[in-house]
């Protein structure tokens, strides 16, 4: 499977390392972009007209928060 993931997180969000965990269980690679080290990220994240995290980005469809049927889905 190679679909362009990535995921928009922070240091201090629980939901964003339990996603990551989720992705990494699944064995699927993504491109982490962490805003709270990231200014460009942070600037990419809002732009986007987002202002929480995680957001996950799967082939241009966009998941806010960990919604684990969501990924299941977008992942098949």
């Given amino acids: 499977m190679n679909k362009?993931?990535?995921i928009y997180t922070s240091d201090t969000c629980g939901y964003c390392h339990m996603a990551k965990d989720y992705l990494k269980s699944k064995g699927v690679d993504y491109q982490e972009k962490n805003i709270s080290r990231d200014m460009n990220a942070r600037k990419e994240l809002m732009a986007q007209g987002f202002m929480g995290v995680p957001i996950i980005n799967i082939d241009?469809?966009?998941?806010q928060?960990?919604?684990?049927?969501?990924?299941d889905e977008l992942l098949k």
Wanted: no cysteine; hydrophobic share 35%; glycine share 14%.
């Fill in 65 to 71: 928060g960990f919604d684990k049927n969501r990924l």
């Fill in 60 to 63: 241009g469809e966009v998941i």
């Fill in 4 to 6: 362009k993931i990535t």
